[in-house]
T-cell receptor, first 113, second 109 residues
Framework: GAGVSQTPSNKVTEKGKYVELRCDPI?????LYWYRQSLGQGPEFLIY????????DSGLPNDRFFAVRPEGSVSTLKIQRTERGDSAVYLC???????????FGPGTRLLVL | AQRVTQPEKLLSVFKGAPVELKCNYS??????LFWYVQYSRQRLQLLLR??SRESIKGFTADLNKGETSFHLKKPFAQEEDSAMYYC???????????FGKGTKLTVNP
């Protein structure tokens, strides 16, 4: 079946601009996660959704970052006033209810110039 | 503070040799431990988790609570094992994965 998909695969933007990154989880997966991976580092947790609500947003670095999942399926990560330090690969993962196994998407590579 | 430590950034072995990728964690409770793998130009995928006690692709990992370690082992490495390996944990009551920085394994012919 189809795995987690993320669009766009690459995004280049200028400092100060607004970007949206999209994640389509595996159909039926109730949990959705966003991670950020900087060069040479492991993925770092940003936010976790259970259904439509953000159950844990403790990893969002500041208020420029926001994520939504209005219908409990697709999620959008929104970054305002982008900074060069936001450049990273943004990973999305999903998991079925009651499982700790997370299935990852291919990631969106964000470059802020 | 780093909660998952993978001391080797790079590890190189020859085909057929044993391989061990080290992982240590710091957490006072009972975490769930995982190994994820990322092959070249592929997405991150689960290799194994400690509670399933499986052997996947010849790899095993034993949770040692006394040493707070979860080392990944394979007795005979294959060239197709070359990849980036990440150790990760989920703390009790949490759902988020906490990753180490990863070890790049290269298996030479």
């Amino acid at each position: 079946g189809a795995g987690v998909s993320q669009t766009p695969s690459n995004k280049v933007t200028e400092k100060g601009k607004y970007v949206e990154l999209r994640c389509d989880p595996i159909s039926g997966h109730t949990a959705l996660y966003w991670y950020r991976q900087s060069l040479g580092q492991g993925p770092e947790f940003l936010i976790y959704f259970q259904g439509t609500g953000a159950a844990d947003d403790s990893g969002l670095p500041n208020d420029r970052f926001f994520a939504v999942r209005p219908e409990g399926s697709v999620s959008t990560l929104k970054i305002q006033r982008t900074e060069r330090g936001d450049s990273a690969v943004y990973l999305c993962a999903s998991s079925p209810g009651g499982s700790k196994t997370q299935y990852f998407g291919p990631g969106t590579r964000l470059l802020v110039l | 503070a780093q909660r998952v430590t993978q001391p080797e950034k790079l590890l190189s072995v020859f085909k057929g040799a044993p391989v061990e990728l080290k992982c240590n964690y710091s957490y006072s409770g009972s975490p769930e431990l995982f190994w994820y793998v990322q092959y070249s130009r592929q997405r991150l995928q689960l290799l194994l988790r400690h509670i399933s006690r499986e052997s996947i692709k010849g790899f095993t990992a034993d949770l040692n609570k006394g040493e707070t370690s979860f080392h990944l082992k394979k007795p005979f490495a294959q060239e197709e094992d070359s990849a980036m390996y990440y150790c990760a944990l989920i703390e009790g009551g949490s759902e988020k994965l906490v990753f180490g920085k990863g070890t790049k394994l290269t298996v030479n012919p």
